[in-house]
């Protein structure tokens, strides 16, 4: 892979003969779709010239280079900035704490550029001068020089070191009155301990702020931080908390007669209903934004206005809108926020020429606005845009197989994002190269390219959440595809290596901590991960069915073998998406036994039937699954051998990935309950009747602490877990699994308890129990109708709970049989050397056995997740 050009010079430097007119963040259109009227040029036709607007003169006086590398800054030409900056810090060397200033500004344009050491050394030398502790005059710019070094260390993917930075910011803040920068500092905290996954923490922190707000006599304070406060709970995922702070925000900054105030809240207003898909609510809200008197908060809102008209495929409007913005956008002067917003721009036109009916504006028109952002980004020297400009433009040329040209400029742009430190650009550059290779039958060059795309995310993984916001990628659209191509490159030989399998069943396991993290919006989940091949699978056999376009590929690994057992099912994904579907509607109906035993066989001959051999031989009475997509969704119990159901066979248990099973058995402990439960009608949610009964059987079986209905609150839950260090924690209430960690939730008797809330109160024992939760059992849980993958919310409850395994059921069960399967898991549970996945594989063929239970409507929802011994 041929990854080692030259960077593009600025002057005379002809593009591999490609007019730079087609570029920029084009990664909405969908891959392997031509665009409409494609016309790009053949090479050898345009160039790249030298900056089209000369750089202003720099100042002489170091007072002058302050202000014009301010005002190159707040104009997004971070490159100028850092020049004039970089003078006036040598020519302040007489002036030391002016230098230190200046080294702090220094450092936050560095910052900008992805130039990470230089940044570090700036804000050390900066430190240095102002000495710690600093003399009490000097205090605040000490804090100012904390704040920058607090960003450095969670751009740089180190949040532990940035809270503990931002927290020494809050108390000189405190020290000097200044409520704004220590509100700030608390805000910052909140957000770092969110991608350290410390939830509770977090939670008291933004109460604090919140607190601290509503005691502001300042309306200008209260807007602002509100509207900040606002924004962090949006980034991590929630919305309902969001909406309400910046609510505030609007209607304390409409009380100060602000309208760039206003404005930038109605901005995050729209972004905020946006994100919970209210298209109507985005619409007025951007609006109203694009009254705003400053330009950028006018650009934005339209751009996210045509952006969610184009979703909404309101043609009309969109054709109408575009060019006013094309319009606005050309009278900007450079900076790095104009490109973006042009770049913006060509990534909705793009969209709008390929979905729209007229397929306008056509190619030709959205390459002239994108040249002008390419030009731009070499006027003010911002290697980032032009990374973005570049690859893009080989994006629009492997759209239009034009392979050649699309390779060269995609492996510059490549060059140019790594030789700046941009990992969230590379990957997408290694990514379209391999893509690129394989579409040519380059399958070794395109796995090579996959392998590094794939490397760069995982580096990239722990920081996803505290990238900007507004730069953050779509999960499903631009990451999850990396790893599943990978993966398709590595099978695609009719008998892989045993390196590329293990490679393959490595990328899997990547991914699914990949879309937890994307879940919980925060890389919580490195402490917990183990190594797979320090996990004692004992009788187990570990099956990974991966869903792939074309094929199901079913990588197993037996007990006792190192080497892992390979089959590839030819059958496409959307046809097992749809018998999946079907499937599922069948089986929760509990009179169509002929129906779900059809259903179930099909899907028992893509899953099982191909391992049964191998299973067999290494006598295995026990799988674990490590599910893939819709297959999620699947009740596996079900599924039909033609003569017995599976569970009849093998015990069961799912994994949310293998890398997250601690595999400490149960056995051998005191088998002790916190039993909670809701039998009447609250918060209209019907009543469970049989609720009393299951908690009365569990009581009667074990020691046992029941918090029936009105007892049941989350308060109550809460002192019982922190005072009873019971292993097993039984919660028979209402709730739901959503793809959406703030729309999955159980129901307590004063509120429901969402999945962030929920690991706050399960884990704030975890300081005095001398162990953690052994198994928690949810037993009258669904998957949220419609959601293909809402079992990712199962998983997410499992991880957040902290307990080692979850037995929960994936759709609204009968409220009698559950409490009859529940009482039989329980019987078997406390038998001598039962594992919890034998208990409930007991009770599940009692059901079988039982002619009021023996559909699988009855039983076969019930799944355990984690630890299966």
Known sequence: MAHKLLPLSRKGLRLLGVALCSACLVLGLSLGQRPAHSTLPAANQLSINAPATPRQRLASTPTQLMEQGKAYYQGGQYAAAAEAWTQAAQAYKAQPLNQAIVLNQLSLAQQELGQWLQAKDSIRQSLDIIGDPPAPENLSIYAQALNSQGSLYLSQGDPKSALDTWGKTAEIYTQLGDEIGRMGSLINQAQAQQVLGLYLQSRKTLEKVTDDLDQQASPDIRATGYRSLGNVLRLVGNLDEAEKYLKLSLSNATATDAPQEVSMTQLSLGNTARARQDYDAAIAYYQQAAQSPIPSNQHQAQLNLLSVLIEKQDWSQAQQLWPQIEQELVKQPPSRRNIYSQVNLVKSLVKLNQDSPSQMPTIPEIANITAQAVQQSYDIDDPHAQAYALGNLGHLYELDEQWSEARKLTEQALFIAQANNASEISYQWQWQLGRIMDAQRQTDQATSAYRGAFQTLEFLRKDLVATNPEAQ?????????????????????????????????????????????????????????????????????????????????????????????????????????????????????????????????????????????????????????????????????????????????????????????????????????????????????????????????????????????????????????????????????????????????????????????????????????????????LSACETAAGDRRAALGLAGVSIQAGARSTLASLWNLDDQSTAVLIGEFYDHLVQAETSKAKALQEAQIAMIGNPDFRHPAFWSAFVLVGNWL
Request: glycine share 2%.
């Open 473 to 777: 990628f779509s999960f499903r659209d631009s990451v999850e595809p990396v790893y599943r191509q990978l993966v398709d490159l590595l099978l695609r030989d009719s008998n892989p290596s045993q390196e590329n399998l293990k490679q393959a069943r490595d990328v899997m396991e990547s991914l699914q901590l990949s879309e937890l993290d994307n879940f919980f919006r925060s890389a919580c989940l490195d402490g917990q991960i183990i190594s797979i091949e320090d996990i004692d699978q004992q009788s187990a056999a570990v099956v990974y069915p991966i869903l792939l376009e074309d094929r199901i590929e079913l990588i197993t690994s037996l007990p006792q073998q190192d080497n892992l057992k390979h089959q590839t099912i030819p059958v496409s994904q959307a046809e097992v998406e749809a018998t999946i579907d079907q499937f599922r509607k069948e089986i929760e109906r509990p009179f169509t036994f002929i129906e779900t035993k059809e259903l179930g066989q099909v899907v028992y001959n893509w899953l099982i039937q191909p391992l049964r051999a191998d299973l067999d031989q290494s006598q295995a009475d026990m799988l674990v699954f490590v599910l893939d997509g819709e297959l999620r969704n699947l009740p596996l119990a079900a599924l039909y051998d033609g003569e017995k159901y599976l569970i009849e066979t093998y015990a069961l248990a799912l994994a949310p990935g293998m890398q997250l099973i601690n595999t400490k058995p149960l056995q051998g402990r005191e088998l002790q309950v916190i039993a909670a439960g809701i039998s009447k009608e609250r918060f209209d949610y019907p009543p469970l009747k049989f609720v009393p009964q299951e908690l009365d059987k569990i009581s009667r079986l074990v020691t046992s602490e029941v918090l029936l209905n009105q007892s049941f609150t989350s308060s109550a839950l809460r002192e019982q877990i922190q005072s009873l260090p019971y292993p097993i924690v039984h919660l028979a209430t209402h709730g739901k699994f959503s793809s959406e960690a703030e729309q999955t939730f159980l129901l307590a008797w004063d509120k429901e308890i969402n999945v962030t809330q929920l690991n706050e109160l399960l884990r704030s024992s975890e300081q005095v129990r001398p162990e953690p939760i052994e198994l928690l059992v």
